[in-house]
């Protein structure tokens, strides 16, 4: 689905996040969003680790 956004369509979003929220509150939303992921990758290798450990010991 992202993969089809191209170019004109970032700046289309970030053109109506601007008009939505204003240049003061894009940073801590950026930073809000960037927290959030690398949150959410951790949560999932963590996951896929202690899946991979059972795995391993119920061989």
Do not use: C, H, W
Request: no cysteine; aromatic share 4%.
């Amino acid at each position: 689905m992202l993969q089809n956004i191209g170019i004109p369509g970032l700046i289309l979003i970030l053109v109506i996040a601007l008009i939505i929220f204003g240049p003061s509150k894009l940073p801590e939303i950026g930073r809000a969003l960037g927290s959030t992921l690398k949150e959410f990758k951790n949560s999932t290798k963590d996951l896929i680790s202690s899946d991979e450990k059972e795995k391993a010991q119920s061989k």
